[in-house]
């Protein structure tokens, strides 16, 4: 059975940093691009950053400069580690991955973890 959990999400000021953690199971992790999203009340659920098997990383315009996305192979974990927070930051955050069971490829999600950043 293929898992996300996230962890990490909480409040704080405007300035401040966050770091946070998705687990995997159920997936050769090594293998896999992971990303993170994030989803405002009432708005769409947005790229914020992904990082490929060799550690490629992409950002959305928004976060560039202040986020950072790695990840532990070892540990089968993607962090998002989050600097300068903004109130517009405010979210849900999710961590993804695709897989393909057969001749179908299914996107994977954890249940998000909340990050509210105040003013």
């Known amino acids: 059975q293929v898992q996300l959990v996230e962890s990490g999400g909480g409040l704080v000021q405007a300035g401040g940093s966050l770091r946070l953690s998705c687990e995997a199971s159920?997936?050769?992790?090594?293998?896999?691009?992971m990303s993170w999203y994030r989803q405002a009340p009432g708005k769409q659920r947005d790229l914020v950053a992904d990082?490929?098997?060799?550690?490629?990383?992409n950002y959305a315009d928004s976060v560039k400069g202040r986020f950072t996305i790695s990840r532990d192979n070892a540990k089968n974990t993607v962090y998002l580690q989050m600097n300068s927070l903004k109130p517009e930051d405010t979210a849900r955050y999710y961590c993804?991955?695709?897989?393909?069971?057969?001749?179908?490829?299914?996107?994977?999600w954890g249940q998000g973890t909340q990050v509210t950043v105040s003013s």
């Open positions: 990082i490929t098997r060799v550690g490629s990383t």
């Open positions: 159920g997936i050769i992790f090594s293998s896999k691009t």
């Open positions: 993804n991955t695709g897989v393909t069971i057969g001749l179908r490829s299914y996107q994977i």
